[in-house]
């Protein structure tokens, strides 16, 4: 059977073993006298419009959601004002101290055109005494208003020293995703 790559080139194969999930389209042609041709056209579901990376441990020290400390930002992007954007936030380890009171970690994610706080993307409250450490991830889906914007995640704490973990394996991320 022949199949059609992405430079336009035709190649014979024996086999063709075809995984995919959404977007997957295959279809089979057929010419009289001529060996069926099979099309597989792979079309993805998320495409990536951003991603950002930290690669060192962040302390977060600030209580204050008012004043809260940058932990990833996004570049500025100009999005058409219909176009469904799904932005997510990782972090492998979100480490917490003991602290009497209880502790907890809010990260809020922000689009910083302005002082415009989108919410909380991901909480962790603790009543315990006790030290503890969780992996965090948030998502949300949302349509930005045509212009251009640049999301970013900060952080605050309650009580207790948090520590977000990003050097030495896994890094805290964010991401933003056009949804098809």
Not at 42 to 54: D, K, P, R, T, W
Request: aromatic residues 8%; glycine residues 10%; charged residues 15%.
């Amino acid at each position: 059977m022949k199949i059609q790559l992405d430079s336009g080139l035709y190649k014979e194969v024996d086999a063709l073993r075809v995984v995919g999930g959404a977007g997957l389209n295959v279809s089979s042609t057929e010419v009289p006298g001529d060996t069926p041709d099979l099309e597989v056209t792979l079309a993805s579901s998320f495409i990536e419009l951003g991603y950002a990376e930290v690669t060192t441990n962040l302390s977060i020290t600030s209580t204050a959601e008012s004043g809260p400390d940058d932990v990833v930002s996004l570049p500025a992007r100009t999005y058409s004002g219909s176009e469904i954007v799904l932005l997510e936030f990782f972090c492998a380890d979100a480490a917490l101290g003991a602290n009497a009171a209880g502790n907890g970690l809010l990260v809020n994610l922000w689009d910083m055109d302005g002082p415009t706080n989108l919410g909380r993307i991901s909480v962790i409250e603790f009543p315990s005494a006790a030290a503890f450490e969780v992996a965090m991830y948030g998502s949300v889906r949302l349509t930005p208003a045509a212009g251009q914007h640049s999301y970013r995640v900060r952080a605050w704490r309650r009580n207790a020293a948090c520590t977000l973990v990003g050097a030495g394996g896994v890094p805290i991320y964010l991401r933003s995703s056009r949804v098809a």
